[in-house]
């Protein structure tokens, strides 16, 4: 079965800096990517997602890379502010089967 | 537009008692998922539905059972709650066509 992890449980970073939070996935077959925030008492919500055809998506202010070739993914915030404080979730799909594997999620606390 | 809600937001339960949680979406979409989150756990599916009247068990499904009478509206019960039940119950959905899950505020529920 698919598994997805995440490197680190905790991530804290100062406000200002670049955050770079990363996600391992087994399933060589997944072709769709997503990244989730969640922050504290709410439902997760979509930030940005990548299909397996491109290894870089941009949105404002975040970016998603993907190494097919290790089955890496990570998701890089520029400019870390307070608000960016959450638990960031990276999921992922194959073959348009619309039931995500997600994994357990990296908290991200930003300093002031 | 209110996407997804969740009804109740909050519940405390004694072992044994039984109880519905209502989610709603009015996006129209066709898939709807129930999920559960515990500490470092991340999301655990426990059912799901592809569209109205229909239903599949997730990752977790025993003690729970769903229902998909409408479109808009799938319903996760507990017949008898126990204390393992314990945890945030999230529901999301998702368009035909389209991957990215929206979800609702979750329910947080307690099982004493």
């Known amino acids: 079965g698919e598994s997805v992890g995440l490197h680190l449980p905790t991530l804290s970073v100062q406000e200002g800096d670049n955050s770079i939070i990363n996600c391992a996935y087994s399933n060589s077959a997944s072709d769709y990517f997503i990244w989730y925030k969640q922050e504290s008492g709410k439902g997760p919500q979509f930030i940005i997602d990548i299909r397996s055809n491109m290894d870089k998506r941009q949105g404002q202010r975040v970016t998603v890379l993907l190494n097919k070739t290790v089955k890496h993914l990570s998701l890089q915030i520029a400019a870390t502010q307070p608000g960016d404080s959450a638990v960031y979730f990276c999921a992922c799909s194959w073959g348009g089967s619309y039931i995500p594997t997600f994994g357990r999620g990296t908290s991200l606390i930003v300093h002031p | 537009n209110a996407g997804v809600t969740q009804t109740p937001k909050f519940r405390v339960l004694k072992t044994g008692q039984s109880m519905t949680l209502l989610c709603a979406q009015d996006?129209?979409?066709?898939?709807m998922y129930w999920y559960r989150q515990d500490p470092g756990m991340g999301l655990r599916l426990i059912h799901y539905s592809v569209g109205e009247g229909t239903t599949a068990k997730g990752e977790v499904p025993d003690g729970y059972n769903v229902s998909r009478l409408k479109k808009q509206n799938f319903l996760l019960g507990l017949e008898s709650a126990a204390p393992s039940q314990t945890s945030v119950y999230f529901c999301?959905?998702?368009?035909?066509?389209?991957?990215?899950?929206?979800f609702g505020p979750g329910t947080r529920l307690l099982v004493l």
């Open positions: 996006m129209n979409h066709e898939y």
């Open positions: 999301a959905s998702t368009g035909q066509g389209a991957e990215t899950q929206y």
